[in-house]
Nanobody, 124 residues
Framework: QVQLVESGGGSVQAGGSLRLTCAVSGYSRSGDYMAWFRQAPGKEREGVAA????????WYIDSVKGRFTISRDNAKNTLYLQMNSLKPEDTARYYC?????????????????WGQGTQVTVSS
């Protein structure tokens, strides 16, 4: 069974950077997708970025394009989210997910396996 453990969150000032890490253990389907989601208090969980494990194609929501980069180290079986030029509106708990069950690549309902999340707080 796949398990995901996120780390790397923290508190930064606007304009700063953080790199989130998602360590993957257990079986992972080679043709699958991995994604980062976030959820702010009182808001719905939203997809931030996704990556196709086989092709390394990537997808981003408009609000993070040019600032965030999703990547994967196959040898370490680890997913990353490099976040630059952070804004207060990026404040949220960030989750990684995998095992796409069908549907939108950035839709939370289509992923079967989730980590516990890591908190990112950006102050102005």
């Amino acid at each position: 069974q796949v398990q995901l453990v996120e780390s790397g969150g923290g508190s930064v000032q606007a304009g700063g950077s953080l790199r989130l890490t998602c360590a993957v253990s257990g079986y992972s389907r080679s043709g699958d997708y991995m994604a980062w989601f976030r959820q702010a208090p009182g808001k719905e969980r939203e997809g931030v970025a996704a990556l196709a494990i086989g092709s390394s194609n990537t997808w981003y929501i408009d609000s993070v394009k040019g600032r965030f980069t999703i990547s994967r180290d196959n040898a370490k079986n680890t997913l990353y989210l490099q976040m630059n030029s952070l804004k207060p509106e990026d404040t949220a708990r960030y989750y990684c997910a995998t095992e796409l069950t069908g549907g939108g690549i950035l839709a939370p309902s289509t992923y079967a396996v989730w980590g516990q999340g890591t908190q990112v707080t950006v102050s102005s």
